[in-house]
Each structure stands twice: as C-alpha cells, then as structure tokens.
C-alpha cells in the first residue's frame, strides 16, 4: 500500500503541501492577498483596459512568427518586429479605406430605412391590424414614427449627444493607443515576459515557469481559433444572407455576426436575431423565413460541429458551464476585457490547479 501517494505513485495534493511545493502558509497566504489585490486594481482600471488586451492578444499571437524568423535569419529581433507592426497597420488601414466607408454606407442607409423597417415588422406581428393599448388604438405606421421621435428626441438631448460624443472621442484615443502599445509589446516582448517574471517569488518562479510552458499552447490555439472562427463566421454570413437569401445590408449583418460570434450562446443568438429582423423586412412570404432559418442553423451547425473543434482543438477542452459563467462573470466585472480573456482565464485556472494538485486536470 502506498502511503505517501496515490495508485499510480504520485504525490496526494496534502502530500504536496507538506513537502513544500505550494510553499509555507504565510507566503501562501500573501500570494493571495497580492493576488486579490491585483484583480481589484484591475476592477477599478477597468475602462482602459481593452487596448491593452487587445495589443497585447495581437503581439501574443504573433510573437511566435517574429521569434521564427529571428532565429532564422539571425537578424536583430526589433527589424522583423517593425516589419509585423508596419503590416497589422496596413492591413488595418487598407481595410478601413476599402470597406469602411462601404459600412458606413450601409449603417446610414439602414439608419435611414429604420421606420419602414419597424413598420414592416409591426404590420407583420399584428397581421396589419390597429393595436389596441392602454385603450388606445395605434396604427402601425404611428408606431414606428412614435418610436423613432423617441430615439430623436433622446439623440437631441445634451446628455445624448455628449455620450456619442464621448464614446467616438474614446474609440479614436483607443485606437491609437493600441497601436502604440501593439508596437511596444511587439519590440519588447520578450522583456515584459521577464519583468513578470520576476515579480514572482524566487522559490515559484519553476512552477510559474512549467505552467506556462503547458498554458502557452493552449491560449495561442485558441486565439488564433477564434480569429478563423470570425473570419468564417464573416465569409459565410456574407454568403448565405447576401449572395443566397438577397438580404440587404448583408456586409454590415457579416461583419456584426463575426463580432458577436465571440461571444457564445448570447453573441451567435443576438446576431442571429438581429439578421433575423432584418430579413423580415425584405421577406416575400413563407419560403423566405423558411429559407432564412435554414441558413441560420447551417450556420450554427458548421461553426458548433465542424469548424469550431477543427481550430481549437484542445484548446477548448473546458466544461460548458464554466465557459458560460467565464463570459458572464468577465463581461459583468471587466466588459469587454473580461468577454475576451474569459476562456484563457477559465484555461488557466485549470492548469495552475492540475499543477498545484499533481492530476493531470480531466
């Protein structure tokens, strides 16, 4: 009989304690107070975080290929790590100057078109019949126009305009303030990755090192994952609503269900609904709506079971419910930072407990 472990010979998790491996109870008991700490600093901080996360997600995935080439070449790493910079610039730019201004085009002439749209799906919920409110009777039309002074008049207001206003001045400054971090941690990668390190305590720099070493896999596969996954997500909405269906708007509908299918469950619904309302708008009758649900569960279907797990992989092995309560937890108490670490925090967790524990984590 084995005393001092498990079956298989390895140690039991108080085992572990007792020899040292997580340390004394003291430096336990600061790690986690420093820790607590950290994650409140980042609570209250949490409106500036999202460049950060952004530029330093971009230059994670792409430090791999920027090391690769140093090695290859035996050139200074700070000449490939411009080279990456000028290119995400560029291509960001080209973007923005063919297809921005045809999204922009396409959110004025929806903006525009929003009260025959409400119309539409008003006659279509009350089978072109007044509704009866309050014992009053509205007319679809008025409906919509009533709906649409509200959103007027709420636009009109000072706070209104100042909020717009606001959120336009941040996503310019925030813009460029990714860029210029994405630059910095690009060049400087390797350094910040030390700097952390050293943060760590002496004694739980091997274990902080071993964790990563197995995290790292994980986190690149599924990031990079998830960008295929818009990308699909993107092409294939495209062609389903625009080229197939005959859907208008249906770049900017591409483009939104791309974005939202970060998001699971509440992201791929939303999008899903919002296409839906649009083409209810342009639908001729029941084959129409037949025809649009098809594609929406092809959809699902193909990003759920084929491409999703081809991507990621391993990467994904997390249980459901703990990928839902991530996101829910992470967009509650961070935004949209904590909707985009959600999975990699949910990843990390898991490793750091196999390691502490000695199981392998399943």
Known sequence: MNVHGTS????????????GVLGDSGENRTLLLVGAAIVLVLYLIRDILLPFVVAGVVAYICTPLITWLTKRTGWPRSIF?????????????????????????????????????????????TGDQPIRLFGQTIDPAELARTMLQRIGDWFSQVNGLALV?????????????????????????????????????????????????????LLKRYFIGMLAIVVYAIV????????????????LLAVLTGILETVPIVGTTLAAIIAGLVSLHTATGFMSILAFTVYAIALRLSIDQIVGPLVLGGAAHVHPVVVIFSFFAGAVLFGVPGVILAVPAALAGKIVLANLYGEDGE
């Open 8 to 19: 298989d010979g390895k140690p039991r998790p108080i085992d572990r304690l007792r020899t």
């Open 81 to 125: 790590a411009a080279l990456v910079f000028l290119v995400l610039i560029g291509s960001a730019m080209l973007f923005v100057a063919v297809a921005g201004h045809y999204l922009v085009a396409e959110t004025t002439g929806t903006a525009g078109d929003l009260q025959g749209t409400i119309e539409h799906l008003a006659r279509a919920t």
């Open 165 to 217: 206003a606001g959120y336009g001045l941040a996503a310019i400054m925030g813009t460029f303030l990714t860029a210029a971090l994405l630059c910095y941690f690009l060049l400087t990668g390797p350094s910040i990755g030390r700097g952390l390190l050293w943060t760590v305590p002496p004694s739980r720099r091997a274990v902080v090192v071993r964790i990563a070493a197995q995290l790292d896999p």
């Open 236 to 251: 294939a909405s495209y062609i389903g609503l625009g080229v197939v269906l005959g859907i208008g708007h249906a770049p």
